[in-house]
C-alpha cells in the first residue's frame, strides 16, 4: 500500500508563490504517473497538474497553465506543485493523487490512490 503526505500549503497574499511537496511511503510509486488535485469548498474536486512516470510528459489545467509546474524526484519518492502568482481562486484543498499507468491525463478515474490533502489559502 502506498501512503501519500502532502505538505507545504498556508495562507499567501494574491500574486505569492507556494511550493506543495507529496512524499510517497509504503510500495514505491515506481512507474506511475502522479497528479495533482484540488477541491474548494461547495465544488467538485478538479484536475491540476499531472507528470508522467519519466517527468518527460505534463499535463495543466488552463487555469493554472504558465503559473504552475509539476516536477518529480524519483530518487525521494517526491512529487512537488510549485505554484506562482496566486490567486484567490485557487484557494482549496489540494491533493496528490497515484495514476493507475505510467502517463495518466485529468480524468479523476485514471487514479487510484490520494493523500489527505494540504490547505492552500489566497488571501486579496
Known amino acids: 500500500q502506498v501512503q501519500l503526505v502532502e505538505s507545504g500549503g498556508g495562507l499567501v497574499q494574491a500574486g505569492g508563490s507556494l511550493r506543495l511537496s507529496c512524499a510517497a511511503s509504503?510500495?514505491?510509486?515506481?512507474?506511475?504517473?502522479m497528479g495533482w488535485f484540488r477541491q474548494a469548498p461547495g465544488k467538485e474536486r478538479e484536475f491540476v497538474a499531472a507528470?508522467?512516470?519519466?517527468?518527460?510528459?505534463?499535463y495543466y489545467a488552463d487555469s493554472v497553465k504558465g503559473r504552475f509546474t509539476i516536477s518529480r524526484d524519483n530518487a525521494k519518492n517526491t512529487v512537488y506543485l510549485q505554484m506562482n502568482s496566486l490567486k484567490p481562486e485557487d484557494t482549496a484543498v489540494y491533493f496528490c493523487e497515484g495514476g493507475r499507468n505510467a502517463i495518466q491525463g485529468a480524468s479523476p478515474s485514471g487514479y487510484d490512490y490520494w493523500g489527505q490533502g494540504t490547505q492552500v489559502t489566497v488571501s486579496s
Open positions: 507528470i508522467s512516470w519519466s517527468g518527460g510528459v505534463t
Open positions: 509504503g510500495r514505491t510509486f515506481s512507474g506511475r504517473a
